[in-house]
C-alpha cells in the first residue's frame, strides 16, 4: 500500500486560537476525507533568530527539526496573518532558516490567505518572494484567499463551515496531486 502523502502546515501566528491556526486545524480535520496525512509545525517561538553564521552543521536543534520537518513533507501549506504589510518577524524568520537549506527546494508549497477581504496582500507578496528564493514550487492554483472570522470558529476552535471545509479539502487535493 502507498503512504498517503504529507503536508506540513505552517502557521504564522503565535497567538494562541488565531484564526490562521484554526484554518489549519480544520485543514487536518479534513485531510483524512482526502486521502492525507497532515503534520502541525508547532515550534515557531523555539527558533532561535537567524544568523548566518549560524546556518551551518551542525545546526541549533529547533532549525535542524523545522528541516527534518520539511524534508519529510511532500508538501507544504501555509497560513499567516499579516503584520505591517507583511508576514509577522517570527514567521519572516522560519522562512530564512529554510533559504540555507535544500528541504523545501521544488517542493509543493501554497498558503490560505484567511484575512478578511482586502487584507493580506503584503504577506501573499512576502511569502511568493520568500518561497522564491527558496526554490519551492509555488501551486498557484491551491493558493487562495478564504476569509475566517472568529465567528466561524465552533467551539472545539475549527472552522464549523461546510462550503469553508469544502474549500480547504479542494486546496489539499490541488497540493496532493502536484506532490511526489
Known amino acids: 500500500m502507498t503512504p498517503m502523502p504529507v503536508i506540513l502546515l505552517l502557521s504564522g501566528s503565535l497567538r494562541k486560537g488565531s484564526t490562521n491556526e484554526a484554518v489549519l486545524r480544520t485543514v487536518q480535520a479534513v485531510a483524512p476525507s482526502v486521502g492525507v496525512d497532515t503534520a502541525m509545525y508547532e515550534d515557531l ?61 521544488d517542493k509543493p508549497a501554497a498558503w490560505i490567505n484567511a484575512a478578511a477581504p482586502g487584507r493580506g496582500q503584503g504577506a501573499e507578496a512576502t511569502l511568493r518572494t520568500v518561497l522564491g528564493y527558496t526554490g519551492a514550487a509555488v501551486v498557484e492554483s491551491a493558493c487562495v484567499r478564504i476569509p475566517v472570522g472568529r465567528d466561524m470558529l465552533d467551539d472545539g476552535g475549527l472552522v464549523a463551515d461546510p462550503s469553508v471545509r469544502r474549500q480547504l479539502g479542494e486546496v489539499l487535493a490541488l497540493l496532493t496531486r502536484t506532490a511526489g
Open 45 to 105: 517561538v523555539r527558533l532561535p533568530h537567524f544568523n548566518p553564521d549560524d546556518d551551518t552543521d551542525p545546526l541549533p536543534a529547533p532549525v535542524a527539526a523545522l528541516r527534518a520537518a520539511l524534508d519529510r513533507a511532500d508538501a507544504v501549506l501555509i497560513c499567516t496573518p499579516e503584520y505591517a504589510g507583511t508576514v509577522p518577524g517570527s514567521f519572516k524568520n522560519l522562512l530564512d532558516w529554510t533559504v540555507g537549506g535544500t528541504e523545501i527546494c
